[in-house]
């Protein structure tokens, strides 16, 4: 059985907040998680701000943004940067797991790029699959798990629960 379930949060950072608390909640209870979150660092209202991810369980925080000056527009993602997160996550899944996380699938994994493969690796070792998704991206999502996804809400203990009840012996 495919264990895949997907969250949307709408305000701005709820979503990595969420994913992280997450992540540190099954790290608790030694569940072992391999992916990525993200850790935002604080800003402005009227600022963007800087993008980092941590390797899960716990390795390095890579930043994924560049900056484009004040007046840019358009996607900030930085390709090498990406790049070396998808490098360092298909590195750490040569050990064992039982959880991967992805904080967001996004553009790239839409356009079969990204974390797309080792989301589809993860699952189809028979790990649980948890990625954080946004209205732009969802049908991509769903889509790429063949139908299989469920939606959770965006709360850390619907997601408990929702893993408690796919991962029940």
Request: charged letters at 25%; hydrophobic letters at 45%; proline letters at 3%.
């Amino acid at each position: 059985m495919m264990k895949i379930a997907y969250t949307m949060a709408h305000g701005r950072g709820e979503l990595d907040l969420l994913l992280a608390e997450l992540a540190k909640r099954l790290e608790a209870r030694s569940i072992a998680t391999r992916g990525i979150v993200q850790t935002n660092s604080e800003c402005a209202p009227d600022q963007l701000c800087d993008m980092d991810v941590q390797i899960l369980p716990d390795g390095d925080i890579i930043r994924i943004s560049q900056s484009l000056g004040k007046e840019a527009r358009g996607c900030r993602l930085d390709p090498d940067a990406m790049a070396h997160a998808v490098t360092e996550v298909a590195r750490s899944m040569q050990s064992s797991y039982d959880v991967f996380l992805l904080n967001k699938f996004g553009k790239q994994e839409a356009e079969g790029k990204g974390f797309r493969d080792l989301l589809a690796e993860a699952a189809g070792n028979g790990a649980t699959v948890i990625a954080g998704t946004n209205p732009l991206n969802v049908e991509s999502f769903t889509q790429f798990a063949d139908g299989m996804a469920t939606e959770v809400a965006p709360d850390i203990d619907a997601l408990m629960a929702w893993y408690d009840k796919v991962n029940a012996s």
